[in-house]
């Protein structure tokens, strides 16, 4: 018989693991020693342990390889494990490289001196049912006064059906020239209205945008500049829809908090 610590040693393992094995039933010693508690294997559990640290190298937990190792597993069965193994470590393998493509980004943008106060996430933005209003604009110079019109026209419609108004705002653009744009007003599901063009609607989510959040006065033009450099350098493509998200504009623009978002194109 061999004695943990020469087993530990054989196998390149520490004797924390090969107790906390025995522990959960997963390679019992064949005695021990009831004076020191000190645990002893026989040479054929060395071929078991072999087995337990082989599915451990290839991302098997150990509650699936305690089931493993007491049926009697086929090469189909094991196959299509490794299969499954081999999804989730490519999967994690893409993670990390976005994350590691998001902080180099993120290094990058803090060498402009503009930039650095720009903090950028990846997240999604769920579908929201609104009251809205569009209009087709010829560029990006129009977008000020389209605003102009259309927020004090959803409020109105708003005050006129005796609903309270709740933010967030939205504002949505689609394309660069001409522009699709949309402003809209969140309200309860069960609103219905479809007058002086303005339609309540489902506001379609995004699976992925980069965001950051403004705090006081507004640089739109800055900050969309940030979004766009950073998905340059993390090697994000974009989708064209930008949308500006006022989440506390009720004083004085000093005071305003807006979340500026761009959509990205889906994770490959």
Avoid: N
């Amino acid at each position: 018989m061999f004695g943990i610590g020469t087993v530990a040693r054989l196998a390149q393992v520490s004797v924390r693991t090969l107790r906390y094995y025995d522990e959960i039933g997963l390679l019992a010693p064949v005695w021990v020693d009831p004076d020191t508690g000190y645990r002893w294997y026989a040479p054929e559990q060395l071929h078991r342990l072999h087995r337990i640290l082989a599915l451990r190298d290839l991302g098997v937990k150990l509650s699936e390889i305690s089931v493993l190792l007491s049926d009697d597993l086929s090469v189909d069965e094991l196959r299509g494990i490794l299969l499954l193994r081999r999804a989730e470590a490519r999967e994690r393998v893409r993670e990390e490289t976005e994350l590691l493509a998001h902080v180099e980004a993120r290094l990058r943008q803090m060498e402009e001196e503009t930039m650095t106060d720009y903090d950028v996430i990846v997240k999604r933005v769920e579908p929201e049912w609104v009251i809205a209003v569009h209009e087709e604009l010829a560029d990006v110079k129009a977008v000020g006064a389209a605003h102009e019109r259309s927020w004090p026209r959803l409020h109105a419609a708003l005050d006129a059906h005796g609903i309270a108004f709740h933010a967030p705002s939205i504002a949505r653009e689609q394309g660069e020239g001409p522009i699709h744009f949309t402003a809209a007003l969140p309200v309860r599901d069960d609103v219905s209205i479809d007058a002086d063009g303005i339609a309540s609607m489902r506001l379609p989510g995004v699976e992925r945008v980069a965001a950051t959040v403004m705090r006081g006065e507004p640089k739109f033009d800055e900050g969309f500049t940030a979004l766009i450099a950073w998905a340059e350098e993390a090697g994000e493509q974009r989708t064209g829809e930008l949308r500006e998200v006022y989440l506390d504009c009720d004083g004085p623009r000093a005071t305003w908090v807006v979340e500026l978002q761009i959509g990205l194109q889906p994770s490959a």
